[in-house]
């Protein structure tokens, strides 16, 4: 457990939200971007009710600016264990959606739990290629993408988390109170922010990349 | 991302909170006790509101029924690197809190960051011990409590998480809205539970062990 920031987290004048980080230009040196999980899996009903319905095209939009620029990206797949998970390989759920989907050349890390860490080479990899600095995004906010930007923090990381280009589900709390996605995705953010990550908006790492997206040739 | 479970997550079925859980009994196999961060710093008032006070009594009689059984016991200490932590090795905040303070023989593994998987032998330690189930206790539920539940799941220990021996403390999410630490803690044990290790409490940890609590010798 770190000590909490000065002032500390339930100070006044602390509000949480992207407001003061868009305050100062990002500066993101060499950044791969990681995209968690984003599968045609996560669309089957039995997922409940999610956030942030813009997210798929915000990460085409992330997607774009780093071919554009011959950033490295990296596409973790989910592939699952479990008999009975919408994201088991060999169904229509394993396939990545159509806005995230991998292109020639693209690397794409298979994982068969929460964290895009354990059970794969993505450590030894972004350490091999001089990575240190990761702008993650994908799904859910709350458990593989939050599971990894843990684990990536604290592994020495620099990480960037997307809150505009994730997303979670509404769930019910430990004491059964129903929250909507919004506040299952809000909380998480708040716990991984200044302590794993920082958290960021899409405009903002956008703008850090140098201005005008270009679309892929 | 793994699969919910069937009935899903806002299953009207699922009510989250412990009942359910007290109604089978747990199957504990040379259970090693897991304590995380227990140490004076976490009584500095800049934390603010916490919940469960009387997780402290509660984490003291899960420790003498581990030491009147034997069973293996290790006490994670946080060593911050961060100067204004009150975690920082050095100064009173750094000492173990009376209720949780290791005795002579007791494992003490030092970590610097979130998850106690990360620069630390805590894996290969278990490993050589053939330790595979760990029931975890500590501070903060969201925060290193969290961090270490998760790796530890997704590294393949049996992880079982005891909700009343656990703590943490109010803050604001990312929207702004200010969460009780009921609240918070609340929503890291709904996010963990059946994802990454089963959440009980501390009298279904103690039936399980067989009955009466004897204190150690």
């Not at 669309?43 to 942030?52: E, I």
């Not at 060999?90 to 159509?98: P, S």
Request: glycine share 8%; charged share 25%; proline share 6%.
């Amino acid at each position: 457990m770190t000590a909490p920031r000065v002032p500390d987290a339930v100070d006044a004048g602390h509000t949480g939200g992207p407001a003061s980080d868009g305050d100062a230009a990002l500066r993101l040196v060499n950044p791969t971007l990681l995209l968690i999980d984003l599968q045609k899996a996560v669309d089957d009903p039995s997922w409940g009710a999610r956030n942030n319905l813009a997210a798929e095209r915000t990460i085409t939009r992330l997607l774009q600016a780093w071919r554009a620029r011959d950033l490295p990206r990296i596409h973790v797949r989910h592939d699952s264990p479990e008999p009975a998970s919408t994201y088991r390989p060999g169904q229509v759920g394993h396939e990545f959606k159509a806005e995230a989907a991998p292109v020639p050349g693209e690397v794409v890390l298979a994982k068969r739990t929460n964290s895009a860490f354990i059970g794969t080479d993505l450590e030894a990899r972004l350490l091999a290629a001089g990575a240190r600095t990761l702008v993650v995004a994908g799904v859910s906010t709350s458990n593989s993408v939050e599971a990894t930007v843990r684990m990536a923090g604290n592994l020495g990381f620099e990480v960037f988390l997307v809150a505009d280009a994730c997303f979670t589900f509404a769930r019910r709390d430990w004491s059964g109170r129903l929250r909507t996605a919004d506040e299952v995705h809000d909380m998480s953010l708040a716990n991984l922010d200044g302590e794993y990550c920082t958290v960021v908006d899409a405009e903002a790492v956008l703008a850090a990349l140098g201005g005008v997206v270009r679309p892929a040739q």
